[in-house]
């Protein structure tokens, strides 16, 4: 079979693997208050973001000790819906705990 169309070369649609992008991938935050407790935070860690206890407890003590500490990094659709999660765990339980996305 011939590659050629009207004369001009035909040029499949195949990429290179030079040319493959990942998707943008974003850190998510959580931020330190004075009011939501560290059991609390745990709780969200391990549900939202399925870590461990131990993963949970480090995290939390970051969060304690540092004001923020980094949950995971997700591509944007998965990301945005873990802060929102986040959000609406705090919200129901009374708490006023933030929760964050940047760029990597």
């Given at each position: 079979?011939?590659?050629?169309?009207?004369?001009?070369?035909?040029?499949?649609?195949?990429?290179?693997?030079?040319?493959?992008?990942?998707?943008?991938?974003?850190?998510?935050?959580?931020?330190?208050?004075?009011?939501?407790?560290?059991?609390?935070?745990?709780?969200?860690?391990?549900?939202?973001?399925?870590?461990?206890?131990?993963?949970?407890?480090?995290?939390?003590?970051?969060?304690?000790?540092?004001?923020?500490?980094?949950?995971?990094?997700?591509?944007?659709?998965?990301?945005?819906?873990?802060?929102?999660?986040?959000h609406r765990?705090?919200?129901?339980?009374?708490?006023p705990l933030?929760?964050?996305?940047?760029?990597?």
């Amino acid at each position: 079979m011939s590659d050629h169309l009207f004369g001009d070369q035909f040029q499949t649609g195949t990429i290179s693997e030079n040319e493959t992008q990942e998707p943008p991938r974003f850190r998510v935050l959580l931020h330190n208050d004075d009011y939501t407790t560290m059991e609390f935070v745990v709780e969200v860690l391990m549900r939202v973001f399925q870590k461990s206890e131990p993963e949970a407890t480090t995290i939390m003590l970051a969060v304690h000790n540092e004001g923020v500490g980094v949950c995971g990094v997700y591509t944007s659709e998965v990301a945005e819906t873990k802060v929102d999660l986040v959000h609406r765990m705090a919200k129901v339980a009374g708490y006023p705990l933030r929760c964050s996305m940047e760029g990597e």
